[in-house]
């Protein structure tokens, strides 16, 4: 063979000579976002114990946010147990409070969803001192009602069902992270806000309505719960109905709880003025109405007109 084909020169790899960087396994991955999250955790410690926080400041932003009207009319709940009622503050008023103390981090997170159930975990952790409470629970994909269970397959239902099983839990730990004392504070606060501007207009009483309407709730059940009429409603009462709409509004309890069922005994509504004592004279034509009812003859049914005729049918004794 000649020597030329021994000559030919093969082709070289340009990137032969670079060093091959190793892929990140798992495992390094894993340790990555584990060395962030502790950097961060450090970051914020550090920057809360920079900046503490100045208790009467903070008591006094609580405090100024339970001052505001549309803030107080959504702080406070109410729900029925043991016979007796149960006040305290709802998940709007937890969040404005861990807003106002400073140096907070709280929230709602899904680990993970698997099996038509959500592992969720709420927390809140008070950077300054520390203090952790997080709660871990499951929420099963089913929502029930009276008429039965149905099984949750929109996203939307599902993330809706979650986040409305998480907001119960996640103020519960950040009232358990909060001093009782601000807490307490706080809800005095919002029920001075609520009476000083309870509204009790009729404008007021048609927005009340309308609110208790979306859950079933009729005005006479409402009339019925405040042993007076709508229009001669007391701003006391008022704030006494915004605790229960709060409480409806965020799953605390029912309206059954609180509202005497609706009459449906006759399928027409009544008119106007139905329920308003009679007056005299209306009395007396009724009174007389039953008098010419009770005197009025009595026809001869067709048993009786039958009856001679089945004696005669009987045979004679001779």
């Known amino acids: 063979m000649p020597n030329d084909v021994q000559d030919v020169q093969r082709p070289v790899n340009p990137f032969g000579g670079a060093t091959v960087a190793a892929r990140p396994s798992a495992n390094a991955v894993a340790q990555t976002d584990q060395q962030r999250a502790v950097a961060e955790v450090q970051a914020a410690m550090m920057i809360a114990r920079t900046n503490p926080r100045d208790p009467i400041a903070a008591m006094d932003r609580i405090l100024n946010a339970c001052a505001r009207p549309t803030l107080a009319d959504a702080a406070v709940y109410t729900y029925s147990r043991g016979g007796s009622d149960v006040t305290g503050p709802s998940i709007r008023l937890a969040e404005a ?171 027409a509504q009544k008119p106007d003025g139905a329920d308003k004592p009679l007056s005299a004279a209306e009395t007396l034509k009724a009174k007389m109405r039953e008098r010419n009812a009770k005197s009025a003859p009595v026809e001869a049914k067709p048993a009786d007109l039958a009856e001679p005729a089945e004696a005669a049918d009987e045979p004679r004794a001779d």
């Not at 099984?151 to 730990?173: F, H, K, S, T, W």
């Open 97 to 267: 409070m861990a807003q106002a103390w400073g140096n907070m981090q709280f929230g709602i997170r899904e680990l993970e969803q698997r099996h038509g159930e959500s592992t969720v975990q709420a927390y809140c952790w008070d950077v300054e001192t520390n203090t952790r409470r997080e709660v871990t629970f499951q929420v099963a994909h089913i929502r029930h009602t009276k008429r039965g269970s149905t099984r949750l397959e929109d996203p939307r239902d599902i993330y809706e069902m979650v986040a409305n099983q998480g907001a119960r839990r996640l103020r519960a730990c950040i009232l358990a992270v909060i001093p009782g004392d601000v807490t307490e504070a706080a809800v005095a606060q919002c029920e001075v806000t609520m009476k000083t501007t309870a509204d009790t207009s009729p404008e007021a009483q048609a927005r009340i309505v309308d609110a208790f309407a979306a859950f079933g709730v009729t005005k006479d059940q409402i009339e019925k719960r405040i042993q007076r009429r709508l229009d001669s409603i007391q701003p006391a009462q008022v704030v006494s109905l915004k605790k229960i709409y709060a409480s409806l509004r965020d799953g605390m309890s029912a309206a059954s709880d609180w509202f005497d069922p609706a009459d449906h005994e006759s399928g």
